[in-house]
């Protein structure tokens, strides 16, 4: 999969939003140890089956064989070009843990419209407007919102929305954009410049002018704005000029 061409990669998700954060939340620990399986083989269908084989320290099979389903997802299913897992590999191995947890929100969101959405429309202006308080019922009000666009929403039990809500902002916690176990507060990561130049690649890759990069809305998983994400962009391309 990760081996396609460029011309493949379906670079992130669009349409109806899913449940899939119903059944898992951020996984980091497990994706690490699919992206050192990835590294050892080469392979990912190798790699996903020796997670479900035991790699991974769920007793259940059932178990180990859902989060790998999830975990194809936002690594694999997509066929990234390789240096994108190459640079997954590196950051899930840095010192730093937060460049491996800051690199995955991107394509965990990139890959989930529904919490892609939910960080563009809910987090982002709650920032703004100076109101870092998070709770799952502002994940709920989001999806009643959803549903005149979405009517796939309303077909939703309500133990999977609970399980949305409460995965949605676990998987922000885990990935750095929120902070604390039960009164979650949305924070500003600090992004390391290796990451950061991770994001411009892929929006490069993906096709976005150059002139488009800073406005792209995918600096605002980080709660970057304009003039930040410029400043980035120079930085990068300087270094690249005297490569």
Not at 124 to 145: H, T, Y
């Amino acid at each position: 999969m990760p081996n396609s061409s460029v011309e493949k990669t379906q670079w992130r998700a669009c349409g109806a939003y899913l449940p899939t954060l119903a059944g898992k939340s951020s996984l980091l620990e497990e994706s690490r140890v699919l992206l050192e399986a990835y590294a050892q083989s080469g392979d990912a269908i190798s790699a996903c089956q020796e997670l479900v084989n035991g790699a991974l320290p769920q007793r259940s099979r059932a178990t180990r064989a859902s989060i790998v389903r999830v975990l194809r997802e936002r690594l694999f299913r997509w066929q990234p070009p390789s240096w994108v897992l190459a640079d997954l590999m590196t950051f899930a191995r840095a010192a730093s843990p937060d460049a491996f947890c800051l690199a995955l929100l991107l394509h965990i969101a990139r890959q989930d419209a529904l919490l892609y959405a939910f960080v563009q429309r809910v987090i982002v202006p709650r920032w703004q407007a100076n109101e870092p308080r998070m709770m799952r019922s502002d994940v709920q009000i989001f999806l009643d919102e959803a549903q005149e666009a979405h009517p796939e929403v309303a077909g939703w039990s309500y133990s999977t929305r609970e399980k949305v809500s409460q995965n949605a902002l676990t998987v922000l916690r885990d990935c750095k954009l929120l902070t604390g176990e039960v009164k979650k507060q949305i924070v500003p990561p600090v992004v390391p410049a290796t990451v950061v130049q991770h994001l411009i690649r892929l929006l490069q890759a993906e096709g976005i002018a150059e002139a488009e990069i800073v406005r792209h809305p995918d600096w605002r998983l980080w709660l970057w704005d304009e003039t930040r994400a410029q400043q980035a962009l120079d930085r990068y391309l300087a270094q690249e000029e005297q490569l």
